[in-house]
Each structure stands twice: as C-alpha cells, then as structure tokens.
C-alpha cells in the first residue's frame, strides 16, 4: 500500500499548482477590471465636474439678477413698512384734533392751520424714528419746514360725511387736500355730495393722511435699474375717525 500512496502524491501536486495558477490568473483578470473601472470612474467624474462648472457660469448672471433684486426688494419693503407705520400713527393722532377750530377759543376757523402744521411735523418725526433715522425729511429743529430734502410729501385731508356721501371736504377749497410740500396730492377725490361708503349709511367725521416717499435703490446695481424704476414712489394711507369735523344737524 505504501507505494501506491507515493505515487499519487506528484499528480495531487499537479491539480493544486493548476488550481493556484488559476486563481492567480482570476486575481489578475479581476485587478486588470478594477483598474479599467477606475479609469472609466475617473474620467465620468471630470467630465461631470467640467459639465457643472459650464452650467454654473451660464447660471449664474440670473442667479446674481434674483438674488440682488431680492435683496433690493427686502430693502424697499423695509421702508414701506416704516411708510404705513408713519402714517397710521399720524392719523391716530389727528384723529383727536380739530381741523376746524382755533385752538385758542374753539371758535370756527376753516382751516386751522396749527392742525395740518402738527399732523405734517407728526409724521416727519414718525417717518425718522419709525425708520431709525433713514428718513429724516427735518434737518431744522422748528417749523416751518424746509422742503428741499423731502423726497416725498405728506397729505392730511378731513371729510365730512353725511349719510353714504361726503357734506364736506376740508380745508375747504382745497380738493386735492392739504400738501405739505405740494409734490403730491390726495388720491381721495371726494368734493361735496360725492358717495364715499357704499355700505349702510353713517353720519361721521373722517380724517386721512397720505404719505408719499420716493424709495432710492440702495444697492444701485445697473441690472436692477434696467427692470424697475429709481426712485420708486412708496405711498400709505389711513384712515380715522374725528368727532370735530361730525355733521351737526341744522336747527
């Protein structure tokens, strides 16, 4: 028996040398794949980054055109708000005084000016603390007020309303209202008898004001101004009632 175990001894040799040659050779087909799937990996990678990068400079002038026009359009939001701000507490101010009676002995006087004189100083320091000083339209510290850095205007008008229609309009004869610089006028164009509510008929006293400021871009791009105008006119109301300017029935 011992011989015949000798003798298979070189063929068991011969299966395990083919069995490794064969191994070696799958290890160097599969190192010859893996090294052609790196290269092909490689070169999708850079045209991939090429492609981006081509796509990122076509894009990105509309990019900057969106982002920048944002920006500018927080900006003029900004003071927009400040605008409506300024002329709500205005009107509520105005709402308690009286456009047509002297402050001295109540006595009738059409118009009192010391009511359109403190409604326009109101909202002048309204607009600057409202806008933390960015619109500062009162260099001097009194009235009258200089009108040469006002990049906009205030309006105050009175109505009085009688039924659905307007009995009267102050200051009488003025119908674009009052202008504190005369660079804008009223929006409201109601004169005498004019309907001003539609709903159910109320006998009241109103009084308006309107602010008018022209926006200056802030950022000033040449891409904006290509698309929206500059300046741009911000303009806010309010309205409030005021018992001084009631109709009073006739005796």
């Not at 009107?91 to 409604?119: C, E, H, M, T």
Request: include cysteine.
């Amino acid at each position: 028996m011992k011989p015949e175990a000798r003798s298979m001894r070189p063929e068991a040799r011969s299966v395990g040398s083919a069995a490794r040659n064969m191994e070696s050779e799958e290890e160097s087909s599969m190192a010859i794949d893996l090294r052609a799937f790196r290269a092909r990996l490689s070169r999708n990678l850079t045209s991939r980054k090429g492609q981006s990068f081509v796509e990122l400079t076509i894009l990105m002038p509309l990019l900057m055109l969106m982002i920048s026009g944002l920006i500018e359009m927080g900006f003029m939001l900004n003071y927009y708000l400040d605008v409506i701000d300024a002329a709500r507490e205005t009107a509520r101010f105005a709402a308690n005084d009286d456009p047509i009676r002297a402050d001295s002995d109540g006595s009738p006087l059409y118009p009192n000016p010391n009511f359109y004189l403190r409604a326009h100083s109101l909202a002048i320091e309204s607009l600057k603390s409202s806008s933390d000083g960015r619109i500062d339209w009162d260099p001097s510290p009194a009235p009258p007020f200089p009108c040469d850095p006002v990049n906009g205007d205030v309006v105050v008008s009175a109505f009085s309303v009688l039924g659905s229609g307007v009995d009267e309009r102050f200051p009488i004869g003025a119908p674009a209202g009052q202008s504190m610089c005369g660079n804008y006028s009223s929006q409201f164009t109601y004169a005498k008898g004019d309907p001003i509510y539609t709903a159910a008929a109320i006998n009241s006293g109103l009084v308006v004001v309107e602010i008018y400021y022209e926006y200056n871009h802030v950022l000033g791009l040449p891409w904006i101004k290509a698309f929206v105008p500059d300046p741009i006119t911000l303009y806010a109301y309010s309205f409030m009632p005021n018992i001084n300017v009631e109709p009073t029935s006739t005796p």
